[in-house]
Nanobody
Framework: QVQLVESGGGLVQAGGSLRLSCAAS????????MGWFRQAPGKQRELVAR???????IYADSVKDRFTISRDNAKNTVYLQMNSLKPEDTAVYYC??????????????WGQGTQVTVSS
């Protein structure tokens, strides 16, 4: 069964950095876009950043110039480098990927979420 396994969350002071990683749990043949979403208490889940297989990226305005998304296609892994963190970045971060064993079976998968807490 396909799983997206996240790591790298934690507690950091404002201005600090964290790096999140998300890897598919088994060899997946087809992986299209991968990305990160976040959900703060009492708020809706929102897109943070997304990257296509070819490396094209999009970012939420609130994280531009502070966060960088990247991926290693050979390792089926996506990363989120978060710099200059702010208390408002505090949320559960979820990995998301469109993947499947065949092109016809590609669908969206979600990780279990990892907590990021930024103290002021």
């Amino acid at each position: 069964q396909v799983q997206l396994v996240e790591s790298g969350g934690g507690l950091v002071q404002a201005g600090g950095s964290l790096r999140l990683s998300c890897a598919a749990s088994e060899s997946i043949i087809y992986i299209n876009a991968m990305g990160w979403f976040r959900q703060a208490p009492g708020k809706q889940r929102e897109l943070v950043a997304r990257i296509t297989r070819g490396g094209r990226t999009i970012y939420a305005d609130s994280v531009k110039d502070r966060f960088t998304i990247s991926r290693d296609n050979a390792k089926n892994t996506v990363y989120l480098q978060m710099n200059s963190l702010k208390p408002e970045d505090t949320a559960v971060y979820y990995c998301n990927a469109d993947l499947g064993m065949t092109i016809a079976t590609i669908k969206a998968y979600w990780g279990q979420g990892t907590q990021v807490t930024v103290s002021s």
